[in-house]
């Protein structure tokens, strides 16, 4: 973010918080629906915005705001859960009639080289490669049927970059297993950007 | 050698610059002689990068109704 932006941002623009509302709403929404469930995620969200635009002033500019943003609401989603003393819904246990395989085993030779080696992705810019209209479609149906945990943790570390300590902080999770269920999650991702970049469809 | 299987296996902690000087040597490696993993490496980076972009942009509706809630809590 540029230093102007970000001084107008901290004396409390409002044009401006609302900008930010704007581009990351939707994205602590579904950083905090593994944790509280989506029927109090818009709440917990909610109180999360609010405390942002109050402590707004002391962002330092060091982590990427989603960063910042992601961790103010993941701990209004505890303090929610433990106040209404709710059990976790997050589990690091595959469910036995979800997909837990990784996306791209069956890429593979049974020697371990590549059979379907990856095409060549022609979208370079970052804003672009998810975002195509028809692929943001695929994207949509892929990343609700994710199992849940698979998900969350691709919620919290890729979408809003908190640590794999914050995550394993927020979901009694081990550090392994969080890696684990991120790489499933991320060949799921690869494998239906490589099959559109290479075939134009999903 | 590594494997492709294993080096992809391997590519979330490479982007993360967390391997041992010895692992990060074998896939070094392994990167040297496999443009197919180079490719896989390099779209994985850009995957990643592409993923805090993959939510839409929240309502208008949304946005108000946020900031009307803290504009009543700026007004108490």
Known sequence: ?202 | MLSCRELVNHADRLLEDDLSFSARIAIKFHLLLCRHCRRYVKQLRRLVAAIPFMHNKATDEEVHKIMDCIHSHRNL
């Not at chain 1, 909610?46 to 002391?58: D, F, P, R, T, V």
Request: net charge negative; with cysteine; aromatic share 6%.
């Open chain 1, 1 to 202: 973010m540029e230093t102007d932006k970000l001084e107008q941002l901290r004396s409390g623009d409002p044009v401006l918080f609302a900008e930010l509302v704007r581009d990351h709403h939707r994205a602590l929404i579904a950083l905090t629906v593994p944790i509280v469930g989506i029927s109090e995620a818009e709440e917990v969200v909610q109180n999360a915005w609010l405390k942002a635009y109050q402590a707004i002033g002391s962002f330092a500019g060091k982590s990427a705001i989603r960063t910042w943003l992601g961790s103010i609401a993941i701990n209004e989603a505890k303090m929610q859960r433990r106040q209404r003393k709710r059990e976790l819904l997050f589990s690091d246990h595959g469910d036995e009639n979800q997909n837990t395989e990784d996306g791209l085993a069956q890429r593979f030779t049974e020697r371990g080289h590549w059979q379907h080696p990856p095409a060549h992705w022609h979208t370079d810019s970052p804003e672009s490669l998810l975002t195509g209209e028809q692929l943001a479609e695929c994207l949509e149906r892929l990343l609700a049927a994710m199992p849940d945990n698979q998900r969350c943790i691709l919620e919290m570390r890729d979408a809003s970059g908190l640590s794999f300590e914050e995550i394993c902080n927020a979901l009694t999770v081990s550090a392994s297993n969080a890696r684990v269920l991120l790489h499933r999650a991320r060949t799921q991702l690869f494998k239906l950007v490589d099959h559109y970049e290479e075939t134009g469809e999903c």
